[in-house]
């Protein structure tokens, strides 16, 4: 899907609940390496304490990311993508001696309508290692919270 197809009815509304996936550049897996995850999770809970989201769930996949997470403040949805991107670049590349992109560019996005199972999306979100095959338990996988966790 383009860019522009991405952007289409893209809305932002407080205390809306999105759902987010963002990828790297090229694909590339960056967050093979934990130090690179660490990051990239330093970033999401910044944004958290800041009060611009309160994040639900998330994992941190090898090449991309899923995250839930309810708008806490008045910035736009393309704001806070902006900000952990921006910010995560920045470490990953000090720490990888890099030099150039880490994110694709843009994100899909779903905006939660009121018949959406939050928890099941949720489930849907940590459980993607073990969809992946990466690990058989989930507790075997660091790169993810969820504010549920039964």
């Not at 932002?12 to 987010?20: A, F, G, R, T």
């Not at 958290?48 to 806490?72: C, G, K, T, Y």
């Not at 910035?75 to 921006?86: D, E, H, Y």
Request: hydrophobic share 40%; proline share 2%; glycine share 4%.
């Amino acid at each position: 899907m383009s860019r522009n197809e991405l952007l289409k009815g893209r809305y932002s509304k407080k205390q809306h609940i999105y759902h987010v996936t963002f990828c790297t550049d090229k694909r590339k897996q960056w967050f093979n390496n934990l130090y690179c995850g660490r990051i990239l999770v330093q970033q999401i809970k910044k944004l958290h304490e800041q009060r611009d989201v309160n994040s639900l769930a998330w994992v941190i996949m090898p090449d991309h990311v899923h995250w839930l997470f309810q708008l806490e403040n008045t910035i736009p949805l393309s704001t806070v993508i902006k900000k952990v991107k921006a910010k995560s670049s920045i470490e990953i590349n000090k720490l990888m001696h890099h030099k150039g992109s880490i994110w694709q560019r843009g994100f899909y996005d779903h905006a939660l309508r009121n018949e959406d199972n939050v928890r099941q999306i949720a489930r849907y979100i940590v459980a993607n290692p073990l969809r992946a095959g990466i690990v058989k338990n989930i507790g075997d996988y660091s790169l993810w919270d969820a504010i549920w966790l039964d």
